[in-house]
């Protein structure tokens, strides 16, 4: 039984064809709704544009080359990735500048980044001196030179050096370390980004804003220029564009608009309205064996729940209310609700980044048919 | 930007070599424990044998048709699948029995069947008797025998038809429905699994027990014999296999044991141990800037938390407190955790089957050696 075990190409067949009516969809199918997702596109990129600041959205939300390449035609700068490999698989389908906003930790990761930095314009992060030798010593060893980015915490307490300090001592090691260029600030605060109401939001995001701008002042102060500062969110992204200390924006989910997102409240109280939801489970009504509940075909497998349970989109009168492996458990909260065996749902997943990773292909719509079938490229990359 | 993109092979590359050890692995990867893997298979098929119930482990919990062959070889009867095209995955692997322990529903599911039934023992569920025709029309057009189960709810309140007149009146339907083999019964009650005490579990199971006898009485008086009573999980088996009354026992999680099944109780209070941690997730540490915190390259893409945080393996001064898309965060616990950048650690993920799923290659080893690259045959067969 041990032994090396090939296989041939795994990748699932789609659940659509193009030009299909939506309603023949097989289910569960991960469901583009291009006009809304272009509108949240160019919404975001005119703001952008009339504030003067580049956008490099995140492409760990939709890990998909069609997406990646229109963002940079309607005028991004080029993307973030979160992974080598997921890097890797965009460049491969032709994405031209992507910046790994993430630790690139382990010999055999950074080997696989020496042999990506002529094929595109990459950069990554570093939070610690023993990472920035490896680095330099690899992309020596190849004669090659990587952009670097010193990541500051800026609130998150995940990765990135704690102090203006210990960003200044980096900086300094990563200036002077063959084959690598200091580019300057990766400085996200992941954990603003879901602060519900307005006010405090704000309050977290000038918070990571004003460390941001003192860690650049330290290094100005002392001859270093932070050519980039990048960061912001789908939840955060005026307050970092408004700031005149970031250069770029990095946010991600505001092309697909997720439950968690709609959460966020805006000035006056009301839930944002600024990008639509575009992308949805499509789910079939599998089981209906008591009148108070309704059993469908997506669950843990189908739509990630790490941020709470999907909305059953434009039906009032059913709640998600449990996942299980293979089933999405519904509650009939209105008894006249009409839902029958083979109906089929529109779920808006609570988290889009981790439900998009489960699937293997977008099913684009415009009018009612099935325009577009998109590989989620880099499905699975987790290198 | 609309038009269908097609793509190559987007399996992605395995994280280790045959014969290489252990702590080359690339990371996040999911690790098999093979002697571990091993003892679990032959403890619970050794108890199969010995009480005289046939064993159908449930593939959804590994989608690997490696296991699936494995399991078979030491004596199971077939597998288990819960979607159509996982069946589909490991018949053309060279699965030969598998039992779809879930409605299918939907025109083009409904093909797929009957496309399938000639290349294996095929076996599916029923609730509904619009879906029993369904079912009957397509093999009946296609000149095929399907064998069909007549699920009914013992507890789980998820699919299965309520009432033993219910159960009754369906399994009349499929005899006379030209196409369809009346097989038996489905009576699998999930949510009696994971109750922790002992005496607790075993009432939920023998009322599910109870439950299921009624019905097949019921239909043993009208003549209908039930020749397959199909249920029982990791958490319940050893009630179904005393009861008399299932005739095979369908437990999936057994072969590898996550941290939520690990809580389960035994009758003296203490947590049950007769099946050993087998899967891990391995994954390294890719951040430190703080004393009290760790930053891991797995997070929710890498390892699922919808029953709970996974386990740090062997290492009580780490806790695993929170995940992000593609960061975990520990918690130091004790202070004197021997822990630095770019060290290795072992995950039990809090619940297996969803977490195999976000995978292409299981890492099998033996003795600190990659012994074997299983692919995850099935992995992402949502249809």
Known sequence: MDGNTLCENMMNTPP????????????????????????????????????????????????CAA?????????????????????????????????????????????????????ATLRVCVDNPENVTA?????????????????????????????????????????????????GLQAYHGGAQHIREFRE????????????????????AEGIECEIVS??????YPFEAASGVYTELQCGSYIFMDV???????ADGRAISEFKHSLFVCTTVMSKTRPDTVVVDAGLKAVSIDSGMPDVYGSAGLSYTGASDEHGKLAVTQPDTPVTLGDKLMLVPGHCDPTVNLYDWLVGYRDGRVAALWPVTARGCLL
Chains 1, 2 share one sequence.
């Open 135 to 183: 680095l330099s010593r690899a992309m020596e060893s190849h004669g090659r030179q990587l952009d670097v980015m010193v990541e500051v915490d800026v609130g998150a307490q995940r990765c990135g050096v704690a102090t203006a300090e210990e960003a200044l001592s980096l900086a300094r090691q990563v200036l002077v370390a063959p084959g690598l260029r200091f580019n």
């Open 67 to 119: 997406i990646a390449l229109h963002q940079i035609e309607m005028g991004a700068v080029g993307v973030c990735c979160q992974k080598t490999s997921e890097a890797a698989a965009l460049i491969e389908a032709g994405v031209t500048d992507v910046f790994i906003t993430n630790e690139v930790v382990g010999e055999p990761k950074i080997e696989r980044l020496a042999k990506l930095v002529d094929r």
């Open 16 to 63: 659509a064809q193009i030009g299909a009516p939506l309603g023949d969809v097989e289910t569960p199918a991960l469901i583009l709704d291009l006009a809304a997702y272009e509108w949240n596109v160019s919404k975001l990129q005119g703001f952008a544009d009339e504030v003067g600041i580049l956008l490099r959205p995140h492409a760990k939300t939709h890990k």
């Open 260 to 266: 968690d997102y709609a959460r966020n409240l805006e």
């Open 201 to 220: 939001r704000r309050a977290a995001a000038r918070s990571a804003i004003a460390k941001t701008a003192a860690v650049r002042d330290l290094l100005d």
């Open 231 to 236: 960061g912001g969110g789908t939840g955060s």
